[in-house]
């Protein structure tokens, strides 16, 4: 039972059944008590027809007993309690019963009874409920048997129609199985029936975000590949002009700038791999605690600020739990800090606080660096955007990474000047604590 042609030709023919089922106890039932009424007629009226005859002279019939199980029989009492006729000799019968209607249990039969005074004797006239019940049974199975005889042809009929109704599933599942792994276009939905729509828009959307995906995919190769031609063309030029120098001052200046070209390939792979890597891990949500990570993150980048002469630190700091991948939001944190020591000058400020607003948690770093325009804030997110005329040596892919992570983790970046002066200053909110 795979197939939903299969299941719904099961679970139609099954409702069928229970419905002619249903409806075959009602007729049952309402028969009973049909069939009750006639044969409880006709009890009386046997009774009416005997009350004017004599019995004082009467004797039991001597009849064959096959002959003498009939549906009604006959017994007559003398008002002391004296059976003086009955009709028939070889069935345990009822007793003397009130006048009127009663229901009497005799040895395995259960009998209807209906019995008349008339004339000094007592008429009762009894018949097997067991015949109601078989009147009954027979008129439910007349009512059943033409179903019985029609349920192969409604299952046949049920399953063509089925099989008709569901080919524009198939053409559906034609249509995208015959495909090529490069036709991304969107599906034609045309007379396909309102219930598949929905797939096929569910199949549209994916495909316009894998064409998106394939897209963004083929661009950030073919940046990487622009943007790695040019710190490899200037490495090879300054071993080149390392080779070719005259003097030892004319060589130390090539491998400083040779280290320096390798410093920034070396940065600009890294953190490509780190945008791949983020990208392709699944994400793991757990508590972490906010500012033990900024601590961490500080503690491993100290040595490149003590590098550059720059105050660096944790300006104030609570302790906030946030939801989140502990290593995606140690990336989003690192790379925020790393953009703000490589863009402040020598002997600036970098300062990274955690705290609380409103019960939203939030990470702030501030730095006095040369800033970012308000014309460029919303494109700095792009992979390897880098203002015009900047001379900081990055890649262009930190706050790409950043903005990666936010957006999987639904968090809000905010940049801003920095209050007291020159200054950039990024701002990370993060869900509210009480829905963390």
Not at 31 to 44: P, S
Not at 63 to 88: D, I, M
Not at 292 to 300: E, G, M, N, S, T
Request: charged share 20%; net charge neutral; aromatic share 6%.
């Amino acid at each position: 039972m795979k197939t939903i042609r299969t299941r719904l030709l099961v679970w139609l023919l099954s409702a069928v059944t229970a419905a002619g089922l249903s409806s075959a106890l009602t007729l049952y039932s309402a028969a009973l008590d049909g069939a009750g009424q006639v044969f409880d007629e006709q009890l009386q009226q046997t009774a009416l027809s005997l009350r004017d005859q004599s019995f004082e002279f009467a004797l039991p019939p001597q009849l064959p007993a096959q002959q003498t199980r009939n549906s009604v029989l006959v017994q007559v009492w003398t008002g002391a309690g004296v059976r003086v006729y009955f009709s028939e000799l070889y069935r345990e019968l009822p007793g003397l019963q009130r006048a009127g209607f009663s229901d009497v249990q005799a040895g395995t039969l259960a009998w209807r009874v209906y019995s008349l005074p008339s004339r000094g004797y007592v008429i009762q006239v009894a018949q097997p409920l067991a015949v109601r019940q078989q009147r009954a049974v027979a008129l439910a199975i007349q009512t059943l048997t033409p179903l019985a005889l029609m349920l192969p042809v409604l299952g046949a009929a049920i399953w063509m129609i089925v099989g008709t109704q569901l080919k524009p599933l198939s053409r559906l599942a034609d249509s995208v199985r015959t495909r090529k792994p490069d036709a991304l276009e969107p599906i034609s939905d045309a007379g396909v029936p309102d219930e598949i729509r929905p797939v096929v828009a569910a199949l549209n959307d994916l495909l316009a975000r894998l064409r998106a995906a394939i897209e963004a995919q083929q661009t950030f190769v073919a940046d990487a590949a622009h943007e790695l031609r040019t710190p490899l063309t200037a490495v090879r030029l300054q071993v080149q002009l390392a080779e070719s120098a005259g003097s030892e001052a004319e060589k130390e200046t090539a491998f400083r700038q040779l280290r320096s070209g390798i410093d920034r390939a070396a940065r600009l792979i890294e953190q490509m791999l780190d945008l791949a890597r983020h990208e392709a891990a699944p994400m793991q949500m757990q508590p972490v605690s906010l500012d033990a990570l900024a601590r961490d993150v500080v503690a491993d980048l100290a040595p490149l600020a003590d590098a550059r002469s720059q105050d660096f630190g944790i300006a104030d700091t609570s302790a906030q739990t946030v939801m989140g991948d502990q290593h995606a939001l140690r990336m989003l944190i690192k790379n925020l800090v790393d953009n703000a020591i490589r863009h402040t000058p020598v002997g600036g400020h970098i300062d990274v606080s955690i705290g609380c607003s409103r019960g939203t948690p939030f990470l702030r770093v501030a730095d006095t660096g040369p800033g970012i325009p308000v014309a460029d804030r919303k494109r700095v997110f792009g992979r390897f955007f880098r203002a015009a005329g900047s001379r900081s040596p990055g890649t262009g892919l930190g706050l790409s990474i950043v903005q990666s992570i936010a957006k999987q983790h639904n968090l809000i970046i905010e940049l801003d000047d920095v209050p007291s002066g020159q200054g950039l200053r990024v701002t990370v909110k993060f869900p509210a604590v009480s829905a963390v």
